[in-house]
Structures are given as C-alpha cells and as structure tokens.
C-alpha cells in the first residue's frame, strides 16, 4: 500500500481524458495534474522544444513526490519518453505504448492499422515503430488530423455538422483500405469519437490509447505492490501554466467531472524547478 | 536616410501577412523577421506569459540594432505594447491602433463595428478601447473566430467548403445588426478575407490590420527622416523558435513571394538574450 500519488502531465488539457479512465479504474489514488497551458500546443513542435518542455514539466511534478509519473500526451510520448525517464527517479508511463499494445492485438487478424493524431505524433513514427515491432508485417496508415484538437477546444462534439464534415474529409477516403482498428493518438480525439467512426464506417475498430494507459499504470503499481489502500478516496490536484479558469471550464468535459479549483504556476516556477532538479544533479 | 532594418516579431508566421504589405510599400528597407514558433499560439493566452514571451522576442531583435520593432501580432499589441514599448529604446508600432484608426474613419458613417480576432484580442477589450477613444459612442461587436487560424495553417483557402461552412457558422448571426466595417484583427484572417466578406454579406467594408499598420510605419520612418536610400534593394531575413521548414512552406503563403531560408533559434538563445539585456539594465 502506497499513499504517494500518481503523477500526470500533458501539453494542456487533453490529458484529462486519460485522467478519466484513471479515475474510474483506481478511485483510491490521489493525482496531481500539470497542464502546460502556457505552451499548449506540443502537436506542431519539432523535437527539441517538446523535450525540453517535458522535462520541466517532469521536473516540477517531481516536488510531489509521485510513485509514478504518467505522461498523458501522446506527442510526448512519441518525441521524449525516454528523455523523461532518464531524468526522474520514479516508473514512467506514456500512451503510445500501451495504445500500440491494443491495437496491435486486434491486428492479428489482419488488415490495416490507423493511427490518427497531431502532424509531430504522426509525423515522428514512433507509433509506426512500436507497432512493426508488436505485429511484425502489420500496415500502418497515419493521418494526421490538425482541426479535431481546436474544434474540441472550442466545445464541439462529435454530433456538430462541422466536425462531421471535417471527419469526412480526413477519413471517407481510407474506406477501402481494409482498415480494422483505428488508434485514437490525440487525448482530444475520443470526445469526437462518435465522428471519427461514422466517418471510417462499420468495422473499425476504435482503440482509445488512454483508455489502454490507465490499465498500464493499475498493472504498474499492482505489479510494483504500490497501491493505495481501499479505504482511501482518491482526490485530484490540477495545475496549469496559464489560464486556470479556461482549464477548468474545458476541462471538465474531458474528466466528466467538475473541477474545483486549478492552481496557476508563473513560467518561472517551472523553469526554476527544472534548474534547480539540473544544478543538484550537477552537484552545483 | 538610414540603412538600419525594420525588425518584426509575431507569436508564429501570421506577421507575415503585414511583412507583405511593408515589403510593398517599403521595397528598400531591410527587414528582420522573428517567430516565436516554438510557444505559438498566444490567441488562446494570458497577460502574463504574453508580456513574457513579447519581451524576450523584442531583446532577441534587439541585438540587429532596428530603427523601428513592428509587433506584427495582435494578441501581443493588445496584451503587451506599452511592456515591449518601455523595454527597448526605439520607436515601436503595433498593429492595433492603425487598424483601429482606419475603422473608425470608415464608421463616420454610423452602424457598428466588427471585430474579428482570437480569443484572447477580442477579450482583452483593447481594440474596443481604441475605437471608443476615436470615435466615441461606436458600438463594438466583438466575435473570436478560433478555427480560422488553424484552417490557415492547415493549408485551407477562402473558397474551402470547410472554411465557407466555419464563416458563415460565425458570422451569419451578425447580418441585420447593421455592421457597416469588420476589422481583420488577426494576422491569419486577411488569408480567409473572401469568405469572410461573403459571410457577412455586402455592404461591409473589410478593415486589414496589418496593411494599415504598414502605411503607419512609413508615416514613423518618414517623420524621423529614418526611411533607407532609394537605391538599396531591401532584403528579409527570418528566424524562428521552432521548425523553420514547416515556416517557409506556410509562411510563403502570407508573405507571397519565396522564402529562401529560415534560421532556428534555440529557446535558450532568446531566454538568454532577454536575460543579458536585464542584466545590462540593471548593471550586474
């Protein structure tokens, strides 16, 4: 039994929809979340600036002492998992993998995979990687969708005419392909699931990749007997680099629960506590 | 004459749009281009992290000794002017004022004044304050428009189904409330300028921020008798924060003409300048 929390950021809010599953699966842990809506969004960023944004994101969790770190952002984790691993002392999870998992194991019967997400998520191949590795031979098609995060942003849902044409757009031409699992890799896409698959038709299957991690992190903290304890109620703690007030607004319709309060960290805060984790590892 | 260059700086590429009209207007002056492109968008933004960002963009800039430092983004003229004004020691134009001044010249004629922009422009209450000071009593429709600037970088034109369905979703509401101008109170917007005036219908004269911004900064060259020789062909020259290739295939849209080569500044570069001029300031 172990009382320390779980830790989990993202770019922004979307991680929410990860924090969800979290929620329902372990309502005995406590969470502390960081969205970085300072610099929201990392989906169109090179590698060196999602890198060193997550590591100061990392690194300001780190004072929470968490027994896990859970990294809800699937451009993270496609472009620094393993630089954020290195960096704290603590398991690391991301979505990528344990979203590949699952959809690799719907592959066996064959046909193609879908992988949807950010241009960087996409455009990085580190979902192509794990999945070649998972189901040797397997066909990946990526497509990258820019329009789903803003129009989930501005509040619509799947049923809004305008998303429904957008989803047409980006999907109706892979009818055809023999697609059988679609990867949602954006924690924004499942609000817009219900487009997504009647876009792509009957027969896809949807694989929801923080849906998937928050098994990932129950297995973790089984298998490293670092549960919480039964009687213990699981609270939530959000911070944010900017905006409080629009986090919790949006926010709340990934959690699919209110949320009370959500704490404003100044850049300075994070950026110090990333310098000051750097000198004492430096022994400055 | 003075053969010092014009620096610009904008939160991305959409400053672009107002480097088009300056490179027009002013083919012989020499023009420095920074985007902050590894921490775009500030639309979606506070006060806070937008003054920081602008002043660490500004002391970046600094450092090609200008003679005028153009903010060529909205978000940060609204939010952020008189911080970047007060920090550096030459004359500074922003975009919102000359925007505002030539929609209310045209709003003599009575009826109200549209302002388009991003959420956090139009929230700010900055243009409206500017518009009631030149022309008192003018009623002011504010309307955030987040998709557009999304649908710009995804490559969409003004005859898009997408971006005509968006456009019309925003602005039709709008016809009948007597809306005699609209103020393109985004860089991006001027790109998506057809569907917009289709939208809202005839009748409404369409106000472009940054080509009145750029008539501002001849008329501040030409007062301080700062204009270059006739002789000199000007030259652009552009750094980014952040994937410079991905900022020459959009940004040659906004600046039409071919943009040759971007250079990447790394994130410590202009923390570390912005640092060094505080330094300096404070004599350490």
């Known amino acids: 039994m172990n009382r320390q929390p779980v830790a989990v950021f993202d770019s922004g809010l ?6 969800r599953h979290l929620r329902r699966l372990l309502p005995h842990e406590d969470i502390v979340y960081f969205g970085d809506t300072a610099r929201v969004p990392y989906g169109i960023k090179s590698q060196p600036p999602v890198v060193h944004f997550a590591l100061e994101n990392a690194r300001f969790l780190q004072q929470f002492d968490p027994k896990l770190i ?3 952002c699937n451009t993270v984790s496609a472009l620094a998992l393993p630089e954020v691993a290195e960096a704290v002392g603590v398991p690391v999870v991301g979505v990528l993998e344990p979203g590949a998992r699952a959809a690799a194991t719907l592959a066996v019967r064959g046909g193609a995979i879908l992988l949807l997400g950010t241009e960087a998520t996409v455009s990085s191949g580190a979902y192509e990687a794990a999945l070649t590795r998972l189901a040797p031979g397997v066909r ?25 044409a957008v989803a047409r757009e980006y999907l109706a ?18 609000l817009l699931r219900d487009a997504i698959s009647a876009a792509l038709g009957v027969g896809v299957e949807i694989v929801d990749s923080g849906r998937e991690t928050s098994h990932a992190i129950r297995d973790a903290l089984a298998a490293a007997d670092a549960l919480s304890d039964p009687q213990h109620v699981g609270s939530i703690r959000c911070f944010v680099s900017d905006n409080p007030a629009r986090f919790g607004r949006i926010g709340s319709r990934f959690l699919e629960e209110p949320i009370d309060a959500v704490e404003l960290v100044p850049p300075e805060a994070y950026v110090a506590a990333a310098l000051d984790a750097a000198r004492q590892e430096l022994g400055l």
Chains 1, 2 share one sequence.
């Open 14 to 19: 979307g991680g929410l929809s990860v924090v």
């Open 70 to 72: 859970a990294v809800a």
């Open 140 to 164: 990946v098609i990526g497509v990258p969708c820019p329009l789903f995060v803003p129009l989930v942003e501005e509040g619509r849902v799947a049923s809004d005419p305008i998303v429904a």
């Open 173 to 190: 031409p892979l009818r055809g392909q023999d697609v059988r699992v679609a990867i949602l890799g954006c924690t924004h896409y499942p």
